[in-house]
């Protein structure tokens, strides 16, 4: 083959492997933005799809054995635990925690005495609360994130709420507070209460911090609600 034929065939082979090279990593660049964006959505808690079947496995085999024996003890649905803690954490175990900095603006406000009271937490419960102590009250905990200060109404420390034992006063927690709730079946009551404090609005808009964070749970319960009968 002529010099010059052989030179003209090796660039054209030459850009023919450079146009795969660069097709392969276009290719690898999109599949790790996909799983980069796959994985923090999952992190964030939020399974929608095909992440749904992800999110219960992960769920149930981190929390179901602990929430299912504390939904019997306090007569609470079990679905509405397991659509609970995955809303919240995605099935993580651990779980993880978020710091609310309105909640500590709120508890420093009651220590310090330009604020009665922040729901059930006084002044009195705070006396001697340095400003870390009320970070860690201003945090939430566990698998059903619960917010340090709720401890107080439980009259346990902290670490209870995001130790070994965080189902059974998670569960607790969800039985002092709207257990009533649960057991009348106001599931859509339910869910809102736990992220907002209050039962779902009547005029139909949603006041969680994610705006589908109910239908979620609703969703996730039928989920759960299918799975626990079809292991029978």
Known sequence: MPAQNFNKAHLREFRAARWVRALVALLVLGTLSWGGWEFQRRL??????????????AT??????????????????????MALIQLETGGRKPAGKRFESH???????????????????TAAHLADASDEALRNLATSWGP????????????????????NEAIRFGVDWINQTYGSYLKREAFQDAFHLHNTGKPFPKNGKSQTYHPDYVARGLHLMNQYSSESLSDQ
């Open 44 to 57: 964030d808690g939020q399974w929608t799809g095909p992440g749904d079947w992800w999110g219960i496995r």
């Open 103 to 121: 909640v500590f603006d709120q508890l420093q406000a009651v220590r310090d005495g330009s604020r009665l009271s922040y729901e059930n937490v």
């Open 60 to 81: 149930k085999s981190n929390y179901s054995e602990e929430a299912l024996k504390w939904a019997e003890a306090f007569d609470l649905p079990y679905p509405y635990l």
């Open 144 to 163: 059903f994130q619960l917010m340090g200060y709720k401890c107080i109404l439980l009259e346990v420390q902290i670490r209870d709420i995001r130790g």
